[in-house]
């Protein structure tokens, strides 16, 4: 698996890695396991994980998985705080908890997952820089902040001569291109790396919606259709067309496009792929990530513009 250094940082991350949205819940530790050997094997070290995923369990199962022997080092783990504790307590709170579900003394990056709007924002951010301060954390970031907001951060911590902004989570995908809004200038500003999150929007982008909903598909999950539902309109519908028939033309598949384009996108140092299932990781492993004609992608970007 190709590795990229995450926007200006000395940071290098596979550029595929796993989303632990569904572990502890949906994914069961054996076939977490498998998914985490797979992404090693393939080259790769990026792990996403969050105090919210499977219900509060991903992190345990995170945590056995490290302590079954898998080497620590050979992984990037990217922590994100709770979006609904933005002040100093509530983040290094979080942070204590994490460590210790998952037996570490530090995580790569700790992104702040979201804006809490009781808490004065320099809080916030001389919170994050404390914790690289302390060791709990290599690399600071932001998952889920508008882009004037990631620019503030950036800037306010560059003016104080703090630990640098390095990273940014954001959803990104051929069916969302919001982030193309602003957030990419940020990032190419202040050279901030871009994970992106939800790469397939869901699963829609690999084609198993065109024609029904799967019975064990996230969409037919109570609690996981929502990831899934904004990707169902009519709209996205059209837009899978053209990403399947792009894909035909190519005698690829419409994963191997959709993923291809986006990594190939400025500023995108990896994809979070949340997959449920080992199989379901091991075939977006064997992607095919060889870069598309220049034409394809220009029609793609021109088709699926509305999205941004």
Partial sequence: ???????????????????????????????????????????????????????????QVLGQILDGGVNRRDLVIVAHSDPHLGGRAGILDS????????????????????????????????????????????????????????????????DLHLPYLATLGLDYSLLNRSAERGSLAVAEEFGIGIFAQSPLAGGVLTGKYRHTIPPTSRAATEHLAATVDRYLDATSRRLVEAVTKAADGLGRTPVDVSLTWLLNRRGVAAALCGARTSAQFEQLLGANLEALPDPVTEVLCEVTAPTI
């Fill in 1 to 59: 698996m190709k590795q990229t250094n995450v926007g200006r940082s000395g940071l290098r991350v596979g550029q595929l890695g796993i989303g632990t949205l569904t572990w502890g819940r949906d994914t069961e530790l054996d076939d977490a396991q498998r998914m985490v050997a797979a992404l090693l094997d393939a080259g790769g070290n990026l792990i996403d994980i969050s105090p919210r995923y499977g219900n509060g369990l991903a992190q």
């Fill in 95 to 158: 942070l204590h908890e994490l460590l210790e579900n998952l037996g570490t003394s530090y995580v790569d990056v700790l992104q702040v997952g979201g804006p809490d709007p009781r808490v004065p924002f320099a809080e916030t951010l001389a919170a994050l820089a404390s914790v690289v301060d302390a060791g709990a954390a290599r690399y600071i970031g932001l998952a889920n902040h508008p882009a004037w907001r990631a620019a503030q951060a950036a800037q306010y911590l560059q």
